[in-house]
């Protein structure tokens, strides 16, 4: 990992800190409190969220250091990405602790407005990480071993996240604008699995590569081990989609 940490790298790495903190106390609040946890109004949206916001934004934070992009505009981009990271936990832990849906809801004006600032939060996240994808494509990322090929694969992967997210949403609100608000709650579930496996691809290879960069194992094992490992999460994300597409 890179030793110079940027004033803007630390602002992440405290914001990310600061949402998976902010899960764990939603977990004892669950412990705590009860309820079910699944479903749209549960404590499991502001812990999940909170968890994986801040390990997205730690992990996007650590991974786009290894990207040939200008120093100005990816602090640009970080600091707008943490800010949506914010806002999305934000308000799904607000709609959480007054016990309705924080996606989808459109049974009152401030409900439809939460619901509308998280789709448009999650179209700022699709544009930022998207251009960070194009990055990573259009020159290839440095560090050691297998790096790029981790990095590429991530956000590649990232992207199949990004479009599983974006469908759940759209189809959702076209359900929920139509009258069919309980329908538009559970439209989410065949998608969940598909989003979920992908979205943190862009930690799990990096950081692979990054350990074996601490081995004394030679470049050629190491390549290796990182295509074994993208080729492995593809056949996560190909099974994922399969599920998708048959409970879709």
Known sequence: MKLHVRPAERLCHVIGALLILSGLVHLVVFAVDGGPWYGPVSWRKPVTFGLSFGATLIAVTWVTSYLRIGARLRTVLLVVFAADCVVEVGGITLQAWRRV????????????????????????LVVLLTVFAVTSFRHRPTGPTGMALAVRSGFAIMLVALASGAAMIARGVVLARTGHQEAAYHSTAPLKPLHGVSLHAVLVLPALAWLLSRTSWSETIRLRVVKVAVGCYVVAVAGAGVWAVLTY
């Open 101 to 124: 849906p924080s996606h989808l809801d459109m049974e009152t004006p401030f409900d439809t407005a939460v619901s509308m600032m998280l789709a448009v939060g999650g179209g700022v």
